[in-house]
């Protein structure tokens, strides 16, 4: 398959795969894909991040390379590693006794890549898909300062070198993709690697859209209502505002208990698709018939 070619057709590719973004996120990708350098996708939790590089990579016809981040997260998990058991069992099979020259051509192959574990980020250099695959750094502001520096290290020269076989450097640059919740502010200068791209919250009628592509059991009434509710809920004082996500449960889940309107009782009860704090839950609870009344008449 041939690669987009325009800002329409990144839309309309997007939305073949039920991915409703809108043309500033298409516009951003095509120039990320045009200027080859990463995106950088910062959001709210749910709003559909990690979703739009998943789609990305069907819509190119290329291998998605996810790497979730976390805190901790090192170069043995991001990388590479050593496969430390099976070089013990290889030096175990060449048995007792054996000379000065066998010992070194043992050791020269157990550092070789038949025993490298190949993690996502030097998989994603050292590929050679016929579409350069996409490269998902998910939640990076999970990860620490040091590991981000790395990163942004990694994404200048696209190379890794690994000191027992030497460096790597990538034949062809992967789509890299690069999310963030925005827990905490990632590092300018890895900002300034890249282009930078906002998802908000969907305004009403873009959330319908999603809800009827993504959860299309959902009744039009039901999906336009539940839709309507969640962007009340948004308005509110919340510990934990629901995303997308919990749009798409909520209306799923509503479906399932067969109705097709929502009313005060049903969305009571079923609150928990999409608030997931005691606290939340009960600051709502009083407010559930003027919010339902509400989202009947958006
Ligand atoms: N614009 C959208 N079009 C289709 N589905 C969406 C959209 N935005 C969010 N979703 C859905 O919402 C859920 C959460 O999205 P996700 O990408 O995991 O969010 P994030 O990575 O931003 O936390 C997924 O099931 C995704 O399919
Ligand atoms: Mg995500």
Not at 18 to 34: C, E, M, N
Not at 222 to 248: F, H, I, S
Request: proline share 4%.
């Amino acid at each position: 398959m041939s690669g987009p070619q325009t800002i329409e057709d990144i839309e309309s590719r997007l939305r073949e795969r039920r991915y409703i973004g809108d043309r500033s996120l298409a516009t951003s990708i095509f120039l990320a894909l045009k200027l080859q350098k990463p995106l950088f996708i910062e959001g709210e939790a749910g709003v559909g991040k990690t979703e739009a590089a998943k789609v990305m990579a069907e819509v190119l016809g290329a291998r998605l390379i996810r790497l979730q981040c976390y805190e901790g997260i090192d170069l043995a998990h991001a990388v590479y590693e050593w496969n430390y058991p099976r070089q013990l069992l290889h030096i175990r099979l060449m048995g007792e006794g054996t000379n000065k020259t066998d010992r070194l051509v043992a050791e020269r192959e157990i550092f070789s890549s038949e025993f490298l574990l190949r993690r996502p980020l030097l998989d994603a250099i050292d590929n050679d898909d016929a579409t350069p695959p996409v490269l998902l750094i998910d939640e990076i502001d999970r990860s620490d300062e040091e590991f981000e520096a790395f990163l942004l290290e990694l994404l200048s020269d696209f190379q890794v070198s690994i000191p027992e076989i030497g460096t790597i450097k990538a034949r062809q640059v992967p789509f890299v993709v690069i999310t963030s919740n925005r827990t905490r502010e990632v590092h300018d200068a890895l900002k300034r690697r890249c282009l930078y791209h906002w998802i908000d919250y969907p305004d009403l009628d873009k959330e319908v859209e999603i809800v009827r592509a993504r959860a299309p059991e959902a009744a039009d009434g039901l999906a336009r209502e539940v839709a309507a509710l969640v962007q009340g809920l948004r308005g509110m004082d919340l510990y934990k505002v629901p995303g997308v996500a919990e749009t798409l449960d909520w209306a799923r889940s509503l479906a399932a208990l067969g109705a097709t309107r929502i009313d005060a009782n049903l969305v009571s009860a079923t609150m928990g698709a999409a608030l997931k704090y005691q606290e939340d839950l009960e600051r709502v609870r009083e407010q559930v018939p003027a919010l339902v009344e509400k989202a009947q008449r958006a």
